[in-house]
């Protein structure tokens, strides 16, 4: 798939720009857009495709249909350019922006990352059976 050059980010849109891609290909956590202007594909997780709960992608979109996107994000990972695109925040009808100040998109971040900072943690539960309470003397 890599023709031997590095990929650039200098051929993708700026951030939150909109733009009409293709559907290339639909999988279980969402769809992968082809982005016109560059080879590249970016990928609209199956949270991003819908105001409402998305459990099957496929429900929404098939490979060839033409959606509106918005690029949300854009980062270098070994090498690799991951390219992050949102559905929901713009308009499928007349391709306008619904969160034209990314508030949306910012607060969902947030929230993500408050929840990532938690995962790590493990919580011990401790319980200590056939007691007696030593305020009141229950058991």
Known sequence: ???????TMENLPALYTIFQGEV???TDYG???KIPGCRKQGLVHRTHMSSCRVDK???IVDV???VWVKLIGREMKND??????SMKVVNQGTGKD???NNVIIEQEERRRRSFQDYTGQKITLEAVL???CKKCGCK
């Open 1 to 7: 798939m890599n023709s031997g050059r590095p990929e």
């Open 64 to 66: 060839g249909d033409k």
């Open 98 to 100: 619904l969160d034209p």
């Open 57 to 59: 992608p496929s429900e």
């Open 31 to 33: 769809a992968f857009i």
């Open 80 to 85: 690799r350019i991951k390219v992050s695109l």
């Open 24 to 26: 290339a290909m639909v």
């Open 130 to 132: 056939n007691t007696t």
